[in-house]
């Protein structure tokens, strides 16, 4: 499998989601501004939206968006979907907030001609979106109950960007990102990706 990527991006959840259900795969770098992939491809050749993530499988299928990508990983890892009834639901539901109500929110934050009362009130949403999301959680929890999911890679990533952007963040929310930060699956796709340094969001 070949995953295209971008520093910085979402596509990080996807990469994390896979190196957490331990899969065997490959990373293609895209950079999103001259939509060239590593090898200097079109990438619009290959996925027609533009952006990442993408999973590329062997028999030439490309899977795009997040929560899909996501949602496979966890049918393919069972130990990091969750459980109980309606659990698929539930991860399709939980995923779908965070796309909307909390990664979408950043876009003033990419967008140069945005001024100061747009991004102060893209914080403000995105706080409130966060407190909502932050009730859920355990102290010692993750998202989605009480052990960790695809759910959790997806609202990490996000709070990266909480970090960078400078919206609040609070202690119980510090200390979930924190235990998220010690998982070696980050840290192996971070060293990966060499994304240490977070680059402006582009997807």
Known sequence: MLLYYAIGTSS?????????????FRLSKVDLKTRRDEGGDDF?????????PAL????????TENIAILSWVAEKAPQ?????????IRLIETL???????????????????????????????????????????EEGYVLGSHFTVADVYLF?????????????SV???????????????SQALAREDA????????
Do not use: C
């Open 80 to 88: 990091l979907a969750p459980s109980g009834t309606l659990a698929r």
């Open 12 to 24: 990080l959840a996807s990469h994390v989601a896979m190196e957490e259900a331990k899969l065997e």
């Open 56 to 63: 590329e499988f062997p028999n030439g299928e490309l899977l």
């Open 44 to 52: 619009t050749q290959i996925n027609p939206k533009g952006y990442v």
């Open 172 to 186: 119980k929310l510090k200390n979930y990102m924190s235990r998220i930060n010690r998982r070696p699956a980050v």
């Open 96 to 138: 779908a907030y965070i796309s909307t109500e909390i990664h979408n929110n950043f876009k003033p934050f990419d967008r140069p001609d945005a001024g100061s009362n747009e991004r102060n009130g893209a914080r403000a949403i995105i706080a409130e979106r966060l407190r909502l999301i932050a009730a859920t959680i355990g």
């Open 196 to 203: 240490r340094e977070m680059a402006p969001i582009a997807s």
């Open 157 to 169: 990533v996000t709070l990266q960007w909480v970090v960078k952007f400078d919206v609040p963040l």
